[in-house]
């Protein structure tokens, strides 16, 4: 898997160079900076960061020269061979039409950073929503996260003999299928929620027969208890790869602190540096709408020290972070944290 995953990395890479050359953002042997680059493309100003990350990536892989802020190619990169993309998607487990959507994507990728359509609007054009999402998060190491997540609130305590969970922004259920399937035998009050009446609406669906099981909307960056969750009122709290979109981490974590009773259990997983392959594919979600506030820094994810300070911040003690960098699962840059109210 990991080899696989390298190989797409440097697929993207490839992909990355490709645009900025066809569309003569970045020429060979001319010297630019991220801004002028910019402009060459045409970028809409709300996806600006991602072509920044772009050119960190291209430089952390030696492909770009540096000279201040300026830089230019170290050598002429080679085409992406977009035709091994079904081969590397297979050998990650995701299904066949992820390497398909991704094809699209790349083709329409100049497009899309002009914002001529949007990274939404051809997700909605490939079917429904729900199952290109659930495609999305349907791979061997997301699959091992969420099993492992699972295997931790097993061993969460309810204080009355009912578990209460809350899982925040559920989306497509895969994390849900399996903390349902760990918490099998407990009595339990689950609460599914997203900001997304689509993913709400697919959840009622396919969870209503499952017993102590609700469904409802909620919004992240809102007040959790104007929006009927009591506070101490939850043993655990679940997010899974979902917290990197909280507009203020200081308010969302302390909202989610104030939901969970002393002791209570924070299970939640999220990237935690960024991927060459999703800088050209699903990243682009993460830009803000046209309308809304430009993002204050490029990150999108956190590393696992800064979590840590800032579970700190909010009342919480960080009990884990797994896997650990060593362990071969790490190579895909996905973390669980298991941190606890105190």
């Known amino acids: 898997m990991n080899t696989a995953l390298n190989e797409l990395e440097q697929l993207s890479l490839g992909v990355m160079a490709q645009v900025l050359l066809h569309t003569q953002a970045l020429p060979l042997q001319v010297w630019r900076n991220a801004e002028q680059i910019n402009q060459a493309l045409g970028t809409a100003a709300r996806h600006a960061w991602v072509v920044r990350r772009w050119l960190v990536a291209l430089g952390g892989a030696g492909l770009l020269r540096e000279a201040g802020e300026r830089v230019a190619w170290r050598t002429p990169p080679p085409d992406p061979q977009l035709g091994e993309l079904p081969r590397l998607y ?62 931790r609130a097993r061993q969460i305590s309810a204080t009355d003999g009912q578990l209460r969970v809350l899982e925040l922004g559920g989306g497509a259920g895969g994390t849900t299928d399996a903390m349902l399937a760990a918490l099998q035998a407990y009595e339990k009050d689950y609460r599914f929620t997203d900001i997304s009446s689509l993913f709400t609406g697919a959840a009622h669906r396919q969870f209503r027969l499952e017993p102590g099981m609700q469904v409802g909307l ?67 979600l993460l830009s803000p709408a046209a309308d809304a506030p430009l993002r204050p820094h490029d990150e999108a994810f956190m590393a696992a020290d800064a979590w840590d300070l800032a579970l700190q911040a909010a009342g919480f003690e960080l009990l884990e972070v797994w896997p650990s960098a060593c362990d071969p699962l790490a190579a895909a840059g996905q973390r669980l944290f298991h941190a606890i109210g105190v």
């Open 90 to 151: 297979g050998a990650l487990g995701f299904p066949a039409s992820m390497a398909r959507l991704h094809t699209q994507v790349i083709e329409c990728l100049p497009d899309l950073l002009r914002d001529q359509f949007t990274l939404t609007h051809l997700l909605m054009l490939g079917g429904d929503p729900v199952k290109v999402l659930s495609a999305y998060q349907h791979n061997h190491f997301t699959t091992t996260i969420n099993q492992a997540l699972a295997d």
């Open 218 to 284: 909620l919004d992240l960056n809102r007040s959790f208890s104007g929006q009927g969750i009591v506070p101490g009122s939850q043993d655990l709290v679940v997010a899974g790869n979902v917290l990197h979109n909280a507009r203020d981490l200081p308010y969302s974590l302390g909202q989610i602190r104030s939901s969970l009773r002393d002791g209570g259990a924070l299970l939640f997983s999220e990237s935690i540096a960024d991927n060459p392959a999703m800088l050209t594919f699903m990243h682009l």
